[in-house]
């Protein structure tokens, strides 16, 4: 059987995780992901195959939207986030 799915973790990454949009393109060394902010871009991370880093890249929209769906299918007797925010991760980008 496979094991529960913890959505309020899931939430907790998706929350934590820097500001979209995120997009992907060829880097000297493999796919790059990218943080866009207006005029400036952050390196994110780096995937072997395009096809790899164009799923990364929109992880950060689609697992936010799929979120919300589960939320509106989910019966309020069942709460699928935790009223605590998440606190700061020391290593957090500060964008």
Do not use: C, N
């Amino acid at each position: 059987m496979p094991e529960p799915i913890d959505l309020d973790a899931i939430r907790a990454r998706a929350t934590r995780a820097v500001d979209g949009p995120w997009s992907f393109d060829r880097g000297k060394f493999g796919a790059r992901i990218v943080a866009e902010r207006g005029e400036l871009s952050m390196g994110i991370g780096t995937a072997d195959r395009l096809v790899d880093a164009e799923f990364i890249a929109h992880a950060r929209e689609d697992i936010p939207a799929l979120l919300a769906i589960i939320d509106q299918l989910t019966p309020q007797s069942e709460p699928t986030s935790s009223t605590e925010p998440e606190p700061e991760t020391p290593d957090a980008y500060p964008f």
